[in-house]
């Protein structure tokens, strides 16, 4: 079965230093992945999408890469600021044919704390 | 209002009770997703309409049942819940299409409790 695996539940660090998340996948060969963020009691909130053709996607101080051989993406957040805390999800695309409206697969979440 | 809305934002019910949990999405999209996120687990994808046609359902038990009556309204109907159904419902929708790869946005959620 499809399986998505962020490399961990939690993740201190230091502000101004850069964080590193990991999203690993098996069984799968999504056409995109995305990257949301997750406030406590509130909706994901998108921040990324990288194609499966697309080796890096930059975004102000976020940078997600997507590498299809090793089936891993890692998201970067550059100059780390305790704004930044909070949990990020990586989800993969479930391909149906109906009209292309594609379901997410999603990982647990990084729980990222960014500490003053 | 702007975005994705959902009504209740809270609920509890009883195991017997039925209730109804609304979407409404206000940015033009033809696709409409319901998501459950239970503690300590991912997302986890119920149903998927597209251009108002359910085009999957994730093996989600019949005591849920959702209805599309537009491309903007999205309802979950609930009866005869298990207390393990508590959770935070979350609707999404995005501008699907042949080859389009776009985004989804979601509402802040219905916390849901049964007793």
């Known amino acids: 079965s499809q399986k998505i695996e962020q490399n961990s539940e939690a993740l201190n660090i230091q502000e101004g230093k850069t964080a590193t998340l990991t999203c690993n996948y098996t069984?799968?060969?999504?056409?995109?992945l995305q990257w949301y963020r997750q406030d406590p009691g509130r909706g994901p909130v998108f921040l990324l999408l990288?194609?499966?053709?697309?080796k890096e996607k930059r975004k102000e101080r976020l940078k997600v890469t997507f590498d299809t051989t090793l089936k891993q993406s890692l998201f970067h957040i550059t100059a780390s600021q305790p704004a930044d805390s909070a949990t990020y999800l990586c989800?993969?695309?479930?391909?149906?044919?109906?009209?292309?409206?594609?379901?997410?697969?999603f990982g647990k979440g990084t729980h990222l704390i960014i500490q003053p | 209002e702007t975005g994705v809305t959902q009504t209740p934002r809270h609920l509890v019910m009883g195991m017997t009770n039925k209730k109804s949990l609304k979407c409404e999405q206000h940015?033009?999209?033809?696709?409409m997703y319901w998501y459950k996120q239970s503690a300590k687990k991912p997302l986890e994808l119920m149903f998927v309409?597209?251009?108002?046609?359910?085009?999957e359902n994730n093996s989600v038990p019949s005591r849920f049942s959702p209805e599309c009556p537009n491309s903007s309204h999205l309802f979950l109907h609930l009866h005869t819940l298990q207390p393990e159904d508590s959770a935070l419902y979350l609707c999404?929708?995005?501008?699907?299409?042949?080859?389009?790869?776009?985004?989804?946005?979601f509402g802040p959620g219905t916390r849901l409790t049964v007793l």
């Open positions: 940015l033009g999209h033809n696709a």
């Open positions: 990288i194609r499966e053709n697309e």
């Open positions: 069984n799968y060969s999504p056409a995109y």
């Open positions: 309409y597209s251009l108002e046609e359910r085009v």
């Open positions: 989800a993969l695309d479930q391909m149906y044919s109906g009209g292309g409206a594609d379901g997410l697969t």
């Open positions: 999404a929708s995005s501008q699907a299409g042949p080859d389009v790869y776009n985004e989804q946005f």
